[in-house]
T-cell receptor, first 113, second 114 residues
Framework: GDSVTQTEGPVTVSESESLIINCTYSATSIAYPNLFWYVRYPGEGLQLLLKVITAGQKGSSRGFEATYNKETTSFHLQKASVQESDSAVYYCALGEGNNRIFFGDGTQLVVKP | DPKIIQKPKYLVAVTGSEKILICEQYLGHNAMYWYRQSAKKPLEFMFSYSYQKLMDNQTASSRFQPQSSKKNHLDLQITALKPDDSATYFC?????????????FGKGTRLTVV
């Protein structure tokens, strides 16, 4: 079945440092799944951070970027300089034909001031 | 203002009892979903509805029954509760069930079965 594997948390970085959270996926039900990064800030619901629906394309939002790599089945999340307000849980996810979304386990990011 | 309202936020239930989790969305969406996140497990898809009709069911147990009394409501009835049902249940919605439609999530109902 479809599945997503991402960096195990917590990931701790200092403010202004760079960040990468790895994500790889396995899609058996659809050749070109939609790929997403969702984020849950403390006390908040799950929010879509960015999505890419075309292989080879890059999505970006709030300084975060992720590139849909079909060859390596990866969708790593990167940010050049994190801020304390980026502390949250980040979920890599895959969407297939019925709009069913498969989530990774989530990666807790802790940004130290 | 939250556009997907889930009630209650926290719920404690006794084993064997029945509970209903409430979900209302004010986004004008036609598709609604339920997801569940148990301890140390990823978010798992449970059900999808489109125009108040069941489209997809990935929940093996018939103890879980979605109920859609209105287009913008999708409640989840859980009967004969077990401790393993303890989880956070997330309601979600999208403008349509199409693969390109963005899915929006509520804040969840945390259910604890004792």
């Amino acid at each position: 079945g479809d599945s997503v594997t991402q960096t195990e948390g917590p990931v701790t970085v200092s403010e202004s440092e760079s960040l990468i959270i790895n994500c790889t996926y396995s899609a058996t039900s659809i050749a070109y799944p939609n790929l997403f990064w969702y984020v849950r800030y403390p006390g908040e619901g799950l929010q879509l951070l960015l999505k890419v629906i075309t292989a080879g394309q890059k999505g970006s939002s709030r300084g975060f970027e992720a590139t849909y790599n079909k060859e390596t089945t990866s969708f790593h999340l990167q940010k050049a300089s994190v801020q304390e307000s980026d502390s949250a849980v980040y979920y890599c996810a895959l969407g297939e034909g019925n709009n069913r979304i498969f989530f990774g386990d989530g990666t807790q990011l802790v940004v130290k001031p | 203002d939250p556009k997907i309202i889930q009630k209650p936020k926290y719920l404690v239930a006794v084993t064997g009892s029945e509970k209903i989790l409430i979900c209302e969305q004010y986004l004008g969406h036609n598709a609604m979903y339920w997801y569940r996140q148990s301890a140390k497990k990823p978010l798992e898809f449970m059900f999808s509805y489109s125009y108040q009709k069941l489209m997809d069911n990935q929940t093996a147990s018939s103890r879980f029954q979605p109920q859609s009394s209105k287009k913008n409501h999708l409640d989840l009835q859980i009967t004969a509760l077990k401790p393993d049902d303890s989880a956070t249940y997330f309601c979600a919605s999208s403008i349509s069930k199409g693969v390109r439609a963005e899915v929006f999530f509520g804040k969840g109902t945390r259910l604890t079965v004792v």
